[in-house]
């Protein structure tokens, strides 16, 4: 590692002292309940949190602040710093709403407390996305608010519904959001302490699938044996979409593309994803290939009587949610269409079949090679002493192609503190404090330098 600057050496100092103030902000976070779906959580859990984060921000010097509604109904948190007659304006996105916590007896820790143990942080959003909210935080806390930019912060509220609120709302009001550089703080590095710009993300495409046989439940016994079961016929619809070796297999969607950037290591990628001794890793590609080349069918949820409780009956109808991801250079559209076909031509026993569309996105890949990504690559190596490598992830952010093509002079990078060991959408996430204090060390050098652009 090479030593630092003054500069540098001044802002890696500034940020070390403010990480109590990190640590107090990712607690309070935590605690907000923020998960925008009514059925689950109130909504007030949201609109606390989105105030939290409105006043935060305006502490740190950005005057203009104000929260707007979206047209799925949440609210975006919106707040800026003009940028002086010939400087540059730079966007820096997060979301403030998370996933619900699934298991909660799976958890190690309390879901909504911030807990240190073994030297991480753990909560249900301490990485995705709150943690990006304290890196944001952080950065502008260390650089103070007389640096010679603009910047506009904007906190979304129901990203992880992929209801589609902030990017409806970026289309109708181009004018807010408008920059030269978009940090899209929902991401991470390769793995802690390795500096990783995300360059392709999956898109999306989620799916409600509902299978109908008979008018009630009957017997077992008495009607077993000849009475269609819609569980099964699920079981059955749901098996085509995966072959044996675990490749994705929906009729009309490609899935041999190969994977040209960074290699993830099949061992490392085991321990990251904590996958039990023995079981297979899916597909006959490369993890890279499967993870971020080709498509991949997940089961997100199927609605079945529990175990304990349930009866000798066969069951009339079931449901099943259904997510897609699709890499780069596949139309979101198509693979719908490919998906719905599939089902349709593969429902057994002449079943009753309704697939309802809950959302979809587009893919997306990242530019390379000007000023704000220049500016960014050096403060990252600044900043973690080596340099930075680049990735595609397997998550999909839909608001990133909104970006794209609403500001289309704009350079988009991607980055954070979400990396695998975080556990993100799962029981047990957690966030290492040093990612925070790095990747927000590395968010305000670049901001002084792209300043002097």
Known sequence: MTADGPQTAELRTRIAALMPQAKKDLTQLVSFKSVADPRQFPPEECERTAQWVADAFASVGLSKVGLHETPDGSKAVIASRPAPPGAPTVLLYCHYDVQPPLDDAAWRTPVWELTERNGRWYGRGSADCKGNIVMHLTALRAIGPDLPLGITLVSEGSEEQGTGGLERFVEANPGLLRADAIVVGDCGNFAVGVPTLTETLRGNVNVVVTVETLAGPLHSGMFGGAAP?????????????????????????????????????????????????????????????????????TV??????????????????ARARLNLRIPPGTDPK????????????????????????????????????????????????????????????????PLC??????????????????????????PNESVDPNEIEKMALAEALFLRAYAKR
């Open 300 to 317: 997100l949820g199927i609605d079945a009587p529990p175990v304990v409780g349930s009866t000798a009956a066969i069951q009339p109808a």
């Open 334 to 397: 198509a693979a719908l269409h490919a998906l719905t076909e599939h089902l349709t031509a593969n429902v057994p026993w002449h079943a009753k079949l309704t697939v309802e569309t809950e959302a979809i996105g587009a893919p997306f890949r990242s530019g390379r090679g000007g000023p704000a990504r220049t500016a960014m690559e050096a403060a990252l190596a600044a900043a973690y002493g080596r340099a930075a490598t680049t990735q595609g992830q397997g998550g999909s952010i």
């Open 401 to 426: 192609n909104v970006f794209a093509d609403t500001y289309p002079d704009a350079e988009i990078m991607l980055l954070g503190v979400e990396e695998p060991k975080c556990l993100i959408h799962a």
């Open 229 to 297: 079961d819609a569980l099964a016929a699920l079981i059955h619809l749901l098996a085509t979409l995966r072959d044996e070796h675990g490749n994705t297999t929906i009729d009309g969607l490609s899935n041999d593309q190969r994977c040209s950037g960074v290699q993830y290591p099949s061992e490392q990628f085991r321990t990251d994803a904590g996958v039990l001794g023995g079981v297979d890793l899916l597909g006959e590609g490369t993890v890279a290939d499967m993870l971020w080349a080709r498509p991949a069918l």
